[in-house]
Each structure stands twice: as structure tokens, then as C-alpha cells.
């Protein structure tokens, strides 16, 4: 059977520190990858997908970035957080040819 | 462009009572849709999906959604709900031929209160 980890599953940094969320999904190959950022009260907000190692599309233009550096590992990064990046994030994963979409258990982050 | 819209932000119920989550979305291409679960402080989990077939989709906790294409939705029923139903609801839809875009568009969700 697929699982999906997220760490850490809460993090607390200040303003201007860099940022690093993991994300590996076990027991399938060559998955689709997303990360989405869940805002208080707010839906779901795409922020990246990657369709294989080191294909990463960005939805929105901001101060994150993310990396595929393995098949199965998804990594979305910042050089200097801001305190609008404070959220919910998911990663989630789907397999190639299947839109049904599987999420992590989320990252909970507060910059301060 | 597709796009999803759940009708209403909260909905409010007692125990025991039946409740209708709406979601009605637009698109230009035939879709898959969804309806994905989030309890408190946890990721999405999928609910139901209908893919094709029977327009009416089950899910094993009692929930049910019909597809109607005229009306372009898929609301989310349940006969009875419990306290364990309080949580977040969100409908989503892909485009059936979407190559290697497997994007989903996502309502901006329900959130269901089950009050005793």
C-alpha cells in the first residue's frame, strides 16, 4: 500500500529565517507531486506540481520554491519567510495517468 | 478555465439530521469530480469520486453524491449525520482528458458543524 509523510508536522520560525518541508511518498513510482498551503478559514491554494524528477511547475509567484530531487521526495523550500507564509501546507500525490489526489497528515507553520 | 463553488461557507446541524453540502462547478470539458474529507488539523481524505457510470456515488459512512450534468453539480447528502461528521468538506473537479495535468480545482469548501 502508498503512504504519504510530511515533517515536522508543526514548525515555528521567525521572520526572515529559511524554510525546508519534506515530503516522500512510499509504495508507488513515478507519482505526481503538489504542494497546497491552507490559509485559516481558507480553501486550498496550489502552490507547486511536479510530473518527475526536476519538473516543478509554479502556480504562484512568491517567495517559496520547490525541488524533486528523487522520485518519490518533494521539498518545498524558503530563503527568508514572510509573516503571509504562515499556514496549513499539504502535499499530496497522485498516480500518473489517475486524477484522484492523496494528501499528507500537513505541516502547520507560524512565522513570527 | 474550470471552477468550483460550494454554495455555502458553514452549515449548521443537530445530530440525527440530514444535510445537503452544495457544489456546483464550471467547465468546458467533461470532468471527474470529488469530494475530499478534512478533519481538524489533518490532510484531505478522499470522500467519494465519480469518474463515470451511475451519477449516484456512495461513500462507506453514509454519505452519497449525484452528479447532474444539466445542473452542472455534484452536492453531498447525508440521511443522518453524527458528531463525527463535523469537519471540513471540499468538492473538486479535474478534466477527464488532462494528459499530464492532473490539477484538480478545488471549492474553497464547507465547513459542517454537528451539533447534539
Known amino acids: 500500500s502508498q503512504t504519504i509523510h510530511q515533517w515536522p508536522a508543526t514548525l515555528v520560525q521567525p521572520v526572515g529565517s529559511p524554510l525546508s518541508l519534506e515530503c516522500t511518498v512510499e509504495?508507488?513510482?513515478?507519482?505526481?507531486l503538489y504542494w497546497y498551503r491552507q490559509a485559516a478559514g481558507r480553501g486550498l491554494q496550489l502552490l507547486f506540481y511536479?510530473?518527475?524528477?526536476?519538473?516543478i511547475s509554479s502556480e504562484v509567484p512568491q517567495n517559496l520554491s520547490a525541488s524533486r530531487p528523487q522520485d518519490r521526495q518533494f521539498i518545498l523550500s524558503s530563503k527568508k519567510l514572510l509573516l503571509s507564509d504562515s499556514g496549513f501546507y499539504l502535499c499530496?500525490?497522485?498516480?500518473?495517468?489517475?486524477?484522484?489526489?492523496?494528501f499528507g497528515p500537513g505541516t502547520r507553520l507560524t512565522v513570527l | 478555465a474550470q471552477s468550483v463553488t460550494q454554495l455555502d461557507s458553514q452549515v449548521p446541524v443537530f445530530e440525527e439530521a440530514p444535510v445537503e453540502l452544495r457544489c456546483n462547478y464550471s467547465?468546458?470539458?467533461?470532468?471527474?469530480l470529488f469530494w475530499y474529507v478534512q478533519y481538524p488539523n489533518q490532510g484531505l481524505q478522499l470522500l467519494l469520486k465519480?469518474?463515470?457510470?451511475s451519477t449516484l456515488v456512495e461513500s462507506i459512512n453514509g454519505f452519497e453524491a449525484e452528479f447532474n450534468k444539466s445542473q452542472t453539480s455534484f452536492h453531498l447528502r447525508k440521511p443522518s449525520v453524527h458528531i463525527s461528521d463535523t469537519a471540513e468538506y471540499f468538492c473538486?473537479?479535474?478534466?477527464?482528458?488532462?494528459?499530464?495535468?492532473?490539477?484538480?480545482?478545488w471549492g474553497l469548501g464547507t465547513s459542517l458543524a454537528v451539533n447534539p
Open positions: 511536479s510530473v518527475g524528477i526536476g519538473q
Open positions: 467547465s468546458s470539458v467533461s470532468v471527474y
Open positions: 509504495g508507488t513510482s513515478n507519482p505526481n
Open positions: 465519480y469518474l463515470s457510470g
Open positions: 473538486a473537479v479535474s478534466s477527464i482528458n488532462a494528459g499530464n495535468n492532473r490539477k484538480l480545482i
Open positions: 499530496a500525490w497522485s498516480r500518473l495517468d489517475h486524477n484522484e489526489q492523496f
